[in-house]
């Protein structure tokens, strides 16, 4: 499993949440860390991701780009 270049702090930056919230899907999901600072595995960090975005789109809403749906 490769790592990705991310922290839990640079995550939560990025997607303007604390990092408590970060460490709250962490544990939901079974991802060890010790720290804000902790560098995670790129397989996390896309989970971690995936339910970040999840949260910010509710389910049943769709992307659109033009005239088209992304799927």
Request: hydrophobic residues 40%; proline residues 4%.
């Amino acid at each position: 499993m490769g790592f990705a270049d991310l922290s839990i702090a640079e995550i939560a930056a990025d997607y303007s949440i604390p990092v408590e919230q970060v460490f709250s899907l962490c544990n939901q999901l079974g991802i060890a860390y010790k720290h804000q600072k902790t560098r995670l595995a790129l397989e996390d960090a896309k989970a971690i991701i995936s339910q970040i975005s999840s949260e910010i789109r509710p389910n049943g809403t769709n992307d659109l780009v033009g005239d088209r749906e992304v799927p």
